[in-house]
């Protein structure tokens, strides 16, 4: 079975400073979403980075996206 997991922030529970500390610059966004799919159980990964929420979605088998 597919899960889908989604990990973020945002601008209304998370302050500047911490967003700004894990926003995605463009030449870093494909590095990040390599380790992402290299995960186990990972098989599909986006990341959405713009000024006002960082998420990052992926798509695998359940058993095993628990793991990361």
Same mark, same amino acid.
């Given at each position: 079975? *597919? *899960?889908?997991?989604?990990?973020? !922030?945002?601008?209304?529970? *998370?302050?500047?400073?911490?967003?700004?500390?894990?926003?995605?610059?463009? #030449?870093?966004?494909?590095?990040? !979403?390599?380790?992402?799919?290299?995960?186990?159980?990972? #098989?599909? $990964?986006?990341? !959405?980075? *713009?000024?006002?929420?960082?998420? $990052?979605?992926?798509?695998?088998?359940?058993?095993?996206?628990?793991?990361?």
């Amino acid at each position: 079975m *597919t *899960t889908i997991q989604v990990v973020g !922030l945002n601008h209304v529970k *998370t302050p500047v400073e911490i967003r700004e500390r894990v926003s995605f610059p463009q #030449d870093q966004a494909p590095g990040f !979403l390599s380790e992402l799919r290299a995960g186990p159980g990972v #098989d599909e $990964a986006r990341l !959405l980075s *713009t000024c006002n929420r960082v998420e $990052a979605y992926m798509a695998g088998e359940a058993e095993e996206a628990g793991a990361r």
